[in-house]
């Protein structure tokens, strides 16, 4: 479902039609009485963050993405990017195949074993990290300067969606999984009828019962089922 239509499906639930017709009126309509589609799509995109972390929290490879980090001398912190959620995995890529970077906590950073033997041998060539804040800090501090050469594997934060026509508006679909983007319509009416002081509960617990269905589906989807060979008697 796009944008438009999860909005027009929560419009529905609500029983709040638009003053015109959405042809002539075009998108952001903010003719309606109560619900405007500027208020409404605020709603659209604090509901598909709350489903970005479902998402995530039972399938976390689903919504991975990568980018490039450009290692320089003697640097060994590097910025997250802006849509950093959680690491998945982080490689060497100066050669093929890659090499993995392994994470280490803050307390092991200068503690790891065979630290000064290690560091001889690898030569500044970084194969551990830890995360500070919106930082990445590599062990051994890396000795070279490369562009692209660590590839970073995480799992993304999803861009809100905007009032326009265009492709980051009224005609985008949600990468939370199209099979249950009525939670999205849902959730929009949940907090729609909490602004009016209505009591929220059949929404809720509608969005919440589809909330469980996708998550339940996204934890299914990386199992997989056991192979067995049947015994055969000759």
């Known amino acids: 479902m796009t944008v438009i239509e999860v909005i027009?499906?929560?419009?529905?639930?609500?029983?709040?039609?638009?003053?015109?017709?959405?042809?002539?009126?075009g998108f952001p309509d903010d003719t309606s009485s109560f619900f405007t589609d500027t208020q409404l799509l605020r709603y659209?995109?604090?509901?598909?963050?709350?489903?970005?972390?479902?998402?995530?929290?039972?399938?976390?490879?689903?919504?991975v993405t990568e980018a490039d980090?450009?290692?320089?001398?003697?640097?060994?912190t590097y910025g997250l990017p802006a849509n950093f959620i959680k690491l998945v995995r982080a490689e060497d890529v100066r050669n093929s195949p890659a090499t993995e970077i392994y994470p280490i906590s803050l307390n092991e950073k200068e503690q790891y074993p065979g630290r000064l033997i290690y560091d001889l041998v690898n030569q500044g060539n970084p194969d551990k990290y830890f995360l500070k804040g919106t930082s990445i800090v590599f062990r051994p501090v890396p000795n070279f300067t490369t562009n692209s050469a660590v590839k970073l594997w995480y799992a993304k934060?999803?861009?809100?969606?905007?009032?326009?026509?265009?492709?980051?508006?009224?005609t985008a679909t949600s990468e939370i999984p199209q099979e249950y983007h009525e939670a999205l319509a849902w959730g929009i009416v949940k907090l729609a009828w909490i602004s009016q002081q209505t009591d929220p509960t059949p929404a809720e617990r509608e969005f919440l019962r589809l909330k469980e269905d996708m998550k339940k589906a996204l934890e299914d989807r990386q199992i997989q089922q056991s192979r067995y060979v049947k015994d055969v008697k000759y």
């Open 69 to 76: 980090l450009n290692i320089s001398n003697n640097v060994d």
């Open 8 to 25: 027009d499906l929560a419009r529905d639930i609500l029983n709040e039609p638009l003053n015109v017709s959405r042809a002539s009126g």
């Open 157 to 170: 934060r999803l861009a809100d969606m905007v009032a326009t026509t265009g492709t980051a508006g009224a």
């Open 44 to 63: 659209f995109n604090q509901v598909q963050r709350e489903l970005n972390l479902t998402v995530i929290q039972a399938f976390e490879n689903y919504l």
